[in-house]
């Protein structure tokens, strides 16, 4: 079954901090994954993407990796601001085309 | 070059009502998306379409929900006869293209309870 699967569900850092989050993914064939941003009422924004070629990506403070062999990616964020308080989604694409498999997320707060 | 719209933002329908949610792609994209999120639950894939046609609806019930993408004006989600279980955030997404690492751009969602 195709899964992504996220970790921690949630995480409280304070204001400066660096975290980093993790997702695994059973999808088969895989075509790429996909971190999004999701604040609180807002649609997803996309950070990064990165084929089974690309072993790491970034977007400002944002770097996401990904190790296809062990079917695991991460997103670093450095310096946290109180603006990346967001839900973040891990999303893998199964085959070039449509269908998007969405994880849970990680509901990321940071505080002053 | 505004982004994906979705209208309306918040919905309120009775049991046994029809809801329908509105989402025009971004200007220049083809291919329009329909998520649904329920509370503490990630987006799940609904419907993909293409102008006029159908692409992909495996993820959409088979009854009582419906989808359309005419040649002129938004796309349509359609409820029929709504039920509780109806109530989430349904998210649009569009895009240009998609093969390779093509983009999914997200409208704001349109929130729908039933009571």
């Known amino acids: 079954k195709n899964q992504v699967e996220q970790s921690p569900q949630s995480l409280i850092i304070l204001e400066g901090k660096n975290c980093t989050l993790q997702?695994?993914?059973?999808?088969?064939?895989?075509?790429?994954l996909r971190w999004y941003k999701q604040d609180t009422g807002r649609g997803p924004v996309s950070l990064t993407i990165?084929?089974?070629?690309?072993n790491t990506k970034s977007n400002g403070r944002y770097t996401a990796t990904l190790d296809a062999d062990t079917k695991q990616s991460s997103l670093h964020i450095t310096a946290s601001q109180l603006s990346d308080s967001a839900s973040y989604i891990c999303?893998?694409?199964?085959?070039?085309?449509?269908?998007?498999?969405f994880g849970k997320g990680t509901t990321l707060s940071v505080s002053s | 070059n505004a982004g994906v719209m979705q209208n309306p933002r918040h919905l309120v329908r009775r049991r046994g009502q029809e809801a329908r949610l509105r989402c025009s792609p971004m200007?220049?994209?083809?291919?329009v998306y329909w998520y649904r999120q329920l509370p503490e639950e990630g987006l799940k894939f609904m419907v993909y379409?293409?102008?006029?046609?159908?692409?992909?609806e495996s993820g959409m019930p088979k009854e009582r929900f419906s989808a359309e993408f005419p040649k002129e004006g938004p796309s349509i989600l359609r409820i029929q006869q709504v039920v509780r279980g109806d109530s989430a955030a349904y998210f649009c997404?569009?895009?240009?293209?998609?093969?390779?690492?093509?983009?999914?751009?997200f409208g704001p969602g349109t929130r729908l309870t039933v009571t």
């Open positions: 997404a569009s895009s240009r293209e998609t093969q390779g690492n093509y983009e999914q751009y």
């Open positions: 997702c695994n993914y059973t999808v088969s064939p895989f075509s790429n």
């Open positions: 990165m084929t089974f070629s690309e």
């Open positions: 999303v893998v694409s199964g085959q070039a085309g449509t269908a998007l498999i």
């Open positions: 200007k220049g994209h083809s291919h």
């Open positions: 379409l293409q102008k006029e046609n159908i692409i992909d």
